[in-house]
């Protein structure tokens, strides 16, 4: 018979790479409108977990006095539990969201100066470039 895979390993291949496919098409669609209704927002850094390439950083933050989380691998000097991370996400779903981990909030700045709506643009008066 022709056009048909018969080696069992070439089919497994396909299948899998046909998934991997599909989650990178996935991730790519999910954050496309990440730019549109754009805001930024206060995130906490709520515990920090041992990975293989580094450490996860989970965090926390709120909006419209919803609760969302969310997490990013990054290297072990990044941050410590009870720091702020700056996040961007979408204002009409904000589960759709991304850890601006390289901007870091200047120490003298007050978490009541953070509005509980967060930012129309990024409050670069509170931030600075990290490494």
């Not at 899998?16 to 790519?28: D, E, Q, T, W």
């Not at 969302?68 to 969201?97: C, E, M, N, V």
Request: hydrophobic content about 35%; charged content about 20%; aromatic content about 20%.
């Amino acid at each position: 018979m022709q056009g048909k895979i018969s080696n069992p390993i070439i089919r497994a291949i396909l299948f899998f790479g046909g998934i991997v496919f599909c989650f990178f098409l996935y991730s790519k669609y999910k954050f496309r409108n990440l730019d549109e209704n754009a805001r930024y927002i206060f995130g906490s850094i709520s515990y920090i977990s041992p990975t293989k390439n580094g450490k996860s950083f989970h965090y926390l933050y709120m909006y419209m006095g919803e609760s969302f989380q969310g997490s990013y691998i990054g290297s072990a000097s990044d941050f410590r539990k009870g720091d702020f991370i700056l996040i961007k996400f979408q204002s009409t779903d904000p589960k759709i969201h991304k850890a601006l981990y390289k901007y870091k909030f200047l120490n003298n700045v007050n978490s009541k100066e953070f509005p509980l709506n967060g930012w129309d643009t990024l409050p670069v008066k509170m931030i600075f470039e990290g490494e």
